[in-house]
């Protein structure tokens, strides 16, 4: 976004100029393309429109053609992604090339009394440098009169906080589409009579509306098919009805850098992935391991009365959850392998959905097979000590067969860096049935044993951490010796051995966080990111008080805030049916609007988070602030990196700019039109 703009323009004459922007496009002077000299960096120019735009009264039957004629011959590009029409059409138009220009052929009855948008999106590119005609759109109505109504608005990624490019937002009139208070099927029933798309900044303006109240929605449309998919498409709602006649005024303009028309956002919709609705079962169950045992339901968490073997008893059985919403389980047999049976017979008892989608508490059976299946390598090393046996008995000579490979498996990174703040993490193959801790040794460079504690994650059965009084910058030497430890499939361990040298704080920045907030109890989530976005740290349950992150590496760090109504933890995400809005997730800014910051070795750096002015109700104002800031920060960064890229590097980007600005000329005086209507 242009961050100076004039003062907000009325939202009659913002629609007006919005309706004619077309018009002008199609009047502007031809540009003729040179013959020599610098590249060509020009869109290509309409010239003529057959009918003309905005004509009424077109006919129903919705098979006549439209043509288009431009200054000089041109490509359609990606027109699966960007051509759309508003509303949607049953059968898509089909566009060909002609001369100098494009044939539309309406393939649809049309509705009455409805105006109706092709949007070109970026499709239109000459056909030499395949510079794109942005904002090109095509406006008829069956009726006597033009929608002439207008709405801007911004999508965003509710979690990331940044902007969703190219998704489309559905208008749907609120006294055609059916209100029930306990859950929403607006966009599964219905289908937008408006429909608009964000730019790649999110930013979007919705034309051609009435002057009637709309329930708005965001779908991001992953496939362009024009229909919402749950769990795949991100979407987005708006509570309540919003009528653009009653929208307080905005501005618009014309991004000379991008080369679209831009807007100050009325409307802002914060986007998320939705978890589809499915029906509870226990979908699938098999059995990879002797020692293991899967059962995948079809949904998360489910509710799980009892499992029950015949041949098992039941605290042999340990029940180990495999993903965060307990969809996927592992069940592990602590028996030896001479007591497992190649099929284990039993029964699980759960609440399972019935034909009409409530849930019932059910017994079903289980059978769990498994035999040892030999891999390629497996069998012809079988084969290779088969023969050398036979070769040595034939021979009258003693064969001993030799030492297999040792079947304990886990993950231990045995050299490296450790941050005493977080310890060492072992994960093993197996749950752990016996650990003898007090026989692991750790010794420092001076040889002295510093004591060890094995701790199991709370969530991860497999999971161990090892901790130590660690000395910052010391080294040490981890000893586990063989048969320390055992697992459920009775395998134990060789000898192990690590080298480690512990962080030195002096190494690394240090970020000391001043929490004010409301004292209503609400906890927060506050994650450090490097300057690419990437978690490092993060700290749960914050309330307000002191916050501290060690061990910083230096360069770019940035922060997310996470409103965490429920406490649990992590961040939750929303629910269109249900009308819930997933949980706030913020960047954190300081007064000056930057989000990023430098850090450097040895350093303390400081700063005061308000949860009341980071979570405060976002306005059409707080909104378009917010958006320039971070336009300003993008543009000072490029400039940074050109600085640092050198002239030669400058001086191919100024050739790429001169483009741009070839590009906003060739709107002419539309372009001037907006300067005055600013």
Not at 45 to 67: Q, S
Not at 130 to 152: A, W
Not at 170 to 184: G, I, K, N
Request: hydrophobic share 35%; net charge negative; proline share 6%.
């Amino acid at each position: 976004m242009n961050a100076k703009k004039r003062p907000v323009i009325t939202l009659l004459r913002t629609a007006v100029a919005m309706l004619f922007v077309s018009a002008f496009l199609s009047r502007c002077a031809s540009i003729l393309t040179p013959t020599g000299g610098p590249r060509d960096t020009l869109p290509p120019v309409i010239v003529r429109m057959a009918p003309d735009n905005f004509t009424t009264e077109r006919p129903l039957t919705g098979h006549e053609k439209i043509y288009i004629e431009f200054d000089e011959f041109v490509q359609i590009k990606d027109q699966q992604k960007e051509f759309f029409t508003s509303p949607e059409m049953k059968k898509k138009p089909l566009i060909t090339l002609r001369g100098r220009g494009i044939v539309i052929q309406l393939r649809d009855t049309l509705a009455p009394n409805t105006t109706y948008a092709l949007d070109f999106g970026s499709a239109i590119r000459d056909n030499n440098e395949g510079n794109p005609l942005y904002s090109m759109r095509y406006v008829f109505s069956t009726g006597t009169e033009i929608d002439s109504m207008m709405m801007s608005g911004y999508t965003a990624d509710s979690y990331k906080a940044d902007s969703v490019s190219k998704s489309f937002i559905w208008f749907f009139p609120a006294d055609s589409v059916e209100w029930v208070p306990e859950y929403d099927s607006t966009i599964f029933k219905y289908k937008p009579s408006v429909i608009a798309r964000a730019e790649n900044n999110g930013i979007f303006i919705a034309r051609n509306l009435k002057p009637i109240d709309y329930r708005v929605y965001a779908v991001q449309d992953k496939n362009d098919n024009q229909l919402y998919e749950p769990g795949s498409d991100q979407v987005g709602f708006i509570e309540g009805v919003y009528n653009p006649s009653r929208m307080p005024d905005f501005a618009v303009w014309l991004d000379s850098v991008r080369g679209y028309v831009s807007a100050e956002p009325q409307l802002y919709l914060r986007m998320f992935t939705d978890r589809a609705f499915r029906r509870q079962v226990l979908s699938e169950t098999e059995r990879p391991l002797q020692h293991k045992a899967m059962l995948y339901f079809s949904t998360a968490f489910p509710r799980i009365e009892r499992i029950r073997f015949d041949s098992i008893p039941d605290e042999a059985v340990i029940v180990d959850p495999q993903t965060v919403g307990r969809d996927t389980v592992a069940l592990w047999f602590n028996l030896p392998a001479s007591a497992l049976p190649d099929t284990i017979k039993g029964e699980i008892t759960y609440f399972k959905h019935d034909s009409i989608n409530r849930l019932q508490e059910v017994t079903e059976p289980l059978k769990l097979s498994w035999r040892l299946i030999e891999t390629k390598e497996q069998e012809r090393e079988r084969e290779k000590l088969e023969r050398e046996r036979r070769k040595a008995e034939e021979a009258g000579e003693e064969w001993t067969e030799p030492e297999q490979p040792n079947p304990f498996a886990f993950k231990l990174s045995l050299t490296g860096d450790v941050n005493p703040e977080e310890h060492l993490t072992v994960d093993f193959d197996y749950p752990i049935v016996r650990l003898d801790s007090a026989a692991v040794t750790l010794a420092d460079a001076d040889g002295r044993s510093t004591p060890v504690h094995f701790v199991r994650d709370t969530a991860k059965m497999r999971r161990w951490y090892l901790q130590a009084p660690w000395t910052p910058g010391g080294q040490y030497t981890l000893t586990i010796p063989a048969g320390a430890i055992t697992d459920v499939a009775g395998f134990s361990n060789d000898s192990i051995v690590g080298k480690y040298t512990i962080l030195d704080p002096e190494k690394f920045a240090t970020v000391k966080i001043r929490v004010a907030g409301p004292d209503d109890g609400t906890k927060y989530i506050i994650q450090l990111l490097d300057g690419n976005g990437s978690l490092k740290q993060e700290k749960r349950d914050v309330v307000p008080g002191d916050v501290r992150f060690n061990y910083v590496p230096a360069g770019e760090i940035k922060f997310r805030i996470i409103e965490d109504r429920n406490g649990n933890g992590q961040w939750d995400t929303g629910n269109v049916v249900e009308r819930r809005q997933p949980e706030r997730a913020e960047m954190f800014a300081d007064e000056q609007g930057e989000d990023t910051f430098v850090t450097k070795t040895n350093w303390e750096i400081e700063f005061t988070m308000d949860m009341n002015r980071i979570f405060a109700p976002m306005t059409m104002q707080s909104l378009s602030r917010l958006l320039d800031e971070r336009e300003l920060q993008r543009l000072r960064r490029e400039e940074e990196k050109r600085a640092k890229e050198g002239p030669k590097k400058q001086g191919h980007d100024h050739d790429h700019r001169s483009g741009t600005s070839g590009m906003s000329s060739s709107f002419g005086s539309a372009g001037n039109m907006f300067g005055n209507f600013r």
